[in-house]
């Protein structure tokens, strides 16, 4: 029974933190839509701020908007190549105590999150330069 769980949790586990906060990001535009729209129906002026916060989704923890693509380009690389680091480790942990069965798998999982990062390496080495928009 555990195999079947095990793998089921796992992957309930990603989608959850896939999904839920798409879900939340979708409620609170709706919700600032439908501010606006009764703004609008009773005559009220509608704030350009308002209206750049719809148009604007790009936003860092505290809420402020990103600098430019190469920036978060740049964050995503590393924090990417981190993790994909972090399996490689793991996987030479694990291949000490059980050998090559625990470390080949776990060393090729960790190359997907590796050259996604690598790939937004480039993205940020060739964007880094451009002017702001």
């Not at 769980?5 to 600032?32: C, E, H, K, Q």
């Not at 509608?46 to 990103?66: C, F, K």
């Not at 693509?69 to 690389?77: E, K």
Request: aromatic share 8%; glycine share 10%; hydrophobic share 55%.
């Amino acid at each position: 029974m555990a195999e079947i769980l095990v793998p089921l949790g796992f992957f309930a586990f990603l989608t959850a933190i896939i999904i839920v906060p798409v879900i939340m990001r979708s409620r609170d535009r709706a919700l600032l839509h439908e501010t606006l729209r009764i703004a609008y129906d009773k005559g009220q002026p509608v704030a350009p701020e308002m209206i750049e916060m719809l148009q604007r989704d790009v936003r860092d923890r505290s809420g402020a908007i990103a600098k430019t693509s190469a920036d978060r380009d740049l964050r995503r690389a590393v924090i990417l190549i981190g993790v994909a680091l972090g399996l490689a480790a793991m996987g030479c942990a694990l291949g000490m105590t059980e050998g090559a069965e625990a470390f080949y798998p776990t060393l090729a999982a960790a190359t997907i999150p590796g050259f996604i990062g690598l790939g937004f390496l480039v993205l940020w080495f060739f964007g880094r330069n451009k002017p702001e928009v």
